[in-house]
């Protein structure tokens, strides 16, 4: 079959697909904010990350997560619509969602400072709440779609904490490391993926 292939800006390395524009559910904005959580794989990666992560340090941290990590994500998202225009930052995003899954593989041989969590979790929840409300910003609803992926984000966010509280069995333990691993395999093939679009 002939005829022209896409067009170099949807394969672009830095474009937009794996941090889609928002899927219509028939479930209005906000159902359709809510879904978007689900449907974007890199946003996913980075939650469970970040939760694991938390659980991986100890009580004192998990416990502010579910606090700072949806917050972050609002005031991201909420500057992202400000933007008023997609930011096209896949790559950067799949390469964060590469480090922080190696974070998790490592646990405990690498044990970090609770300073260190808490600036780094609502920072990338920044980042990535600023894309997701710079892809939403053309479509209607956006403020509400936005504040539906909030509120998926918290519930998924305490779901986790309840599930992974600290302290945990060995075998648990190393489950959260090998989850990890999978996470930043999932970011390394990501990262791959993008490389090889054609400019």
Known sequence: ??????????????????????????????????????????????????????????????????????????????????????????????????????????????PLSERFLRGGTAALALLFGLVAGSSLAGHGGALQALLGETVAITVVTALLLMALDPPHPRWLALGLRVVGSWIAASGLLMLGWLSRQPL
């Open 1 to 110: 079959m002939s005829g022209p292939g896409p067009t170099p800006a949807l394969w672009s390395p830095l474009g937009s697909l794996p941090l889609a524009h928002l899927v219509p559910t028939g479930l209005g904005p906000w159902g359709d904010g809510m879904a978007r959580l689900v449907l974007q794989p890199l946003d996913l990666l980075l939650l469970v990350a970040l939760v694991l992560l938390a659980v991986q340090n100890g009580r004192s941290w998990s416990d502010r997560l579910a606090l700072v990590l949806p917050l972050s994500w609002l005031v991201g998202g909420l500057g992202g619509l400000l933007v008023g225009r997609e930011l096209p930052l896949a790559l950067p995003c799949a390469a964060v969602v590469t480090a922080v899954g190696v974070l998790v593989t490592l646990g405990p041989a690498l």
